[in-house]
């Protein structure tokens, strides 16, 4: 959980929703706040991967490590 609490990656695609959040708050529901949050959403998913993505290389490469000793 430490991991993607402290990656700047998801820490500022998490704090993006402050700004999507004030700019869809007073506008009506319509298609462009919904592909807002939308794309607001990949953001962060795409984050969330990236940081799965990392942690499954150095998972990988310690595996490595140890087979080669």
Request: charged share 25%.
């Given at each position: ?10 820490l ?29 959403g ?23 490590r140890?087979?080669?000793?």
């Amino acid at each position: 959980m430490r991991k993607f609490l402290l990656n700047p990656g998801v820490l500022t695609a998490v704090a993006g929703a402050v700004g999507v959040y004030k700019v869809t708050k007073e506008a009506p529901v319509n298609w462009r706040s919904l592909l807002l949050w939308g794309s607001w959403g990949i953001g962060v998913a795409l984050a969330i991967g990236s940081v799965l993505e990392q942690d499954r290389q150095v998972r990988l490469e310690e595996l490595e490590r140890e087979l080669s000793k």
